[in-house]
């Protein structure tokens, strides 16, 4: 494995940023570490690049054990969650700081410089101070700055957090393009799992300074480990067989200590009286709300006092707000504080040849 | 407009109390400088006390400024770029002289340097005299003017977080060169701001210096103890005459100050 926590524990005052952590990572992936705000995402990237020490543990790349190397020893390029751009420099003595800190020759500076610059699509904007650049320009001057001394290894925050929703979009592939044009292995915080889901090859969940879960974006969404991975990934409804004796046909069997999730792909919204398969498991619910989200809608629906999304193809009969409709759900993640399972609904089972 | 009206009448009464206030006393000692006629002004511009005064003011002055521009930047920098235990302490500590008097200032120097002080016996072996000499003297002016500088530049240190320099050392760079290349730059105006002010307050600097002067005529006196002198002995147009000077070099530090804060705020934009 190329990097390597072990074991890695932080506090800030009585605070656990990070709590036991390990994972390792390949030589050349894509890497997001994504997690809510203030779970530790930026102290696990700082304690990497030596801004942070950890408390206990032991980091390796490349099977070096780095912890007692001093940052600018590392060989690793980091993008801040701002930039961190030198204000006072041109884009072009941006880029060539790293360069010039090692000593290089000044026409091979020149050279790698304006390679990086037309990697990045800025050509003629050498000259430019950073306030003359709009966020996207700045991201990629960031990213081209971190580059130059050729790293082995890249951390970059958040880095599309600081730009619109319009520019964001393009960014991403742009940087998932670059990064596997260089090559260099990399991880990139974020706290939105589209964009996780997206641009990396692998996913590692953290919550509350611990990691949750590790692999890759089907993996993570098809089989969380966690109770949280459960309820965090997807856009999902938490569903409790609770004393008031709220039920779901086919999922009576949930015991009241668990929960589950049920994601708007696990139930499908048929009008009423067209349902051909599987009456029984049919729950009848109320349309609250319908959204359209351009290439499909997306529609609440109210049964027994929980409101479910589902996602509903433009092509399928219209429905209205306050129809009543048939709603089955196929499946759901159930949960306690130890496991996750997924159950599939039993009153639609196939093998349950009673019903046919 | 009602509106209008009360602006005109605020800022009719801002321009009287400023004129009486401040204007009209500052022409009045260029119009009593002058009074006996230009050559009784130069005479006592000249007169071999007086600049022996301007230039013992001007060595307290440039000691204190560079003394306190070294330690202003030096304390800046620790208490905005690192977090440590008593941070918070240090700060309050640099902010004291702002808090005291100035008379206080120069009795605690007596207490620690004068005869009956704690290093008087220390610097009497060593023959170190600084009360009611020069060091005494640019010792009260280091003190009065300790938290200008710092003062000025922490809040544009703090604006700016560490992100660029962590940056830049991430890369490699020293101490020296994160400085010089990347917080220099920034707080360059800040920077010469407070110096401006620590320069002004240096050279009218009277309580501190005082009471540490023992005012020896010609050896411990700075212009603004000067001038005191000349008026109690009822030399009133020659005390307006020296102080003519020092409103000169105000006048002169106000324009500095009124250029350096413009050009700032344009770098700011
Ligand atoms: N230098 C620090 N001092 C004190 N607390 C810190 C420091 N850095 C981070 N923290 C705390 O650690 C927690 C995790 O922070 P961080 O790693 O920045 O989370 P994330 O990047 O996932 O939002 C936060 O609650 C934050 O307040
Ligand atoms: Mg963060």
């Keep these: 494995m190329y990097v390597e926590l072990k074991n890695i524990n932080k506090l800030f005052g009585n605070f656990k940023a990070s709590d036991n952590v390990n994972f390792e990572i390949e030589k050349g992936k894509l890497i997001g570490l994504l997690g809510p705000s203030g779970s530790g995402k930026t102290t696990i990237l700082r304690m990497i690049a ?90 990629r001057v ?6 130059a001394p050729s790293p082995h290894l890249l951390l970059l925050d958040e880095p599309f957090a600081a730009i619109d929703a319009k520019v964001r979009q393009e960014l991403r592939s742009w940087l998932r393009e670059m990064i596997e044009k260089v090559g260099v292995t990399s991880i990139f915080v974020t706290h ?62 949930i015991k009241s200590n668990e929960k589950a999730v049920i994601r708007p792909e696990f139930v499908q919204i048929t009008k009423l009286g067209k349902l051909k398969h599987y009456m029984s498991a049919a729950e009848e619910g109320i349309v609250e709300k319908i959204s359209f989200r351009g290439s499909y809608l997306e529609v609440n629906v109210k049964v027994k006092n929980i409101i479910l999304t589902s996602n509903r193809s433009l092509e399928d009969e219209m429905i209205e707000v306050g129809e009543i409709v048939n709603v089955q759900i196929y499946r759901l993640y159930v949960f306690n504080e130890n496991k996750t399972y997924l159950l599939e609904n039993s009153a639609m089972a196939d093998n349950n040849y009673i019903y046919i | 407009m009602k509106n209008n009206a009360t602006k005109n009448i605020l800022i009719s009464i801002s321009i009287l109390f400023i004129t009486i206030m401040l204007v009209i006393p500052l022409i009045a000692v260029i119009i009593y400088s002058l009074q006996d006629g ?80 704690w290093a008087y016996d220390f610097l009497q072996a060593y023959d170190i005299k600084i009360v009611f000499a020069v060091p005494g003297i640019i010792l009260a002016t280091i ?27 991430l890369m490699g760079a020293s101490g020296f060169k994160i400085f010089t290349k990347i917080t220099l730059p920034h707080i360059k105006w800040a920077l010469l701001y407070g110096i401006i002010l620590c320069t002004a307050r240096a050279m009218g600097e009277f309580g501190a210096v005082s009471v540490l002067s023992g005012h020896l005529r010609g050896k411990t006196n700075t212009l603004p103890l000067h001038i005191e002198m000349l008026y109690n002995e009822f030399q009133l147009s020659s005390a307006f005459a020296v102080s003519s000077i020092l409103v000169i070099m105000a006048v002169i530090i106000l324009i500095l100050r009124t250029i350096v804060e413009y050009k700032g705020k344009k770098a700011g934009e």
């Design chain 1, 192 to 253: 939105d799992q589209e964009e996780a889901i997206e641009v990396a090859d692998e996913i590692i969940i953290t919550n509350r300074g611990k990691v949750e879960q590790k692999g890759t974006p089907i993996e993570i969404y098809k089989k969380p480990a966690t109770p949280f991975v459960a309820q965090f990934i997807g856009q999902s409804t938490v569903y409790e067989n609770n004393e008031d004796k709220i039920q779901l046909k086919g999922f009576e069997m």
């Design chain 2, 38 to 117: 230009i050559e009784a002004y130069k005479i006592a511009i000249f007169d071999k006390y007086t600049i022996k005064a301007l230039q013992l003011t001007l060595l307290a002055t440039v000691s204190a400024v560079v003394i306190n521009t070294f330690f202003g930047i030096f304390a800046a920098w620790i208490i905005t770029k690192f977090s440590f235990r008593g941070k918070h302490f240090l700060t309050t500590l640099i902010d004291i002289p702002f808090a005291i008097s100035p008379v206080i200032a120069g009795l605690i120097y007596i207490l620690v340097f004068g005869r009956t002080g």
């Design chain 1, 142 to 147: 960031a990213f081209a700055r971190a580059l």
């Design chain 1, 50 to 139: 030596g801004l942070e020490t950890p408390d206990s543990g032991d980091i390796f790349v490349d099977g070096i054990r780095i912890n007692d190397t001093p940052p600018s020893k590392r060989g690793i390029g980091f993008v801040f969650q701002n930039y961190a751009l030198f204000r006072y420099m041109s884009v072009f003595d941006n880029i060539a700081f790293g360069l010039q800190v090692q000593k290089q020759n000044k026409n091979y500076i020149k050279e790698r410089v304006l390679e990086l610059i037309k990697l990045i699509g800025l050509e003629g904007m050498e000259h430019r101070y950073p306030s003359q650049l709009s966020g996207g320009q700045r991201q």
């Design chain 2, 143 to 169: 003190f009065v003017t300790f938290p200008f500088v710092s003062r000025e530049i922490i809040p544009v240190l703090n604006a700016q977080g560490k992100d660029e320099e962590e940056a830049a050392a």
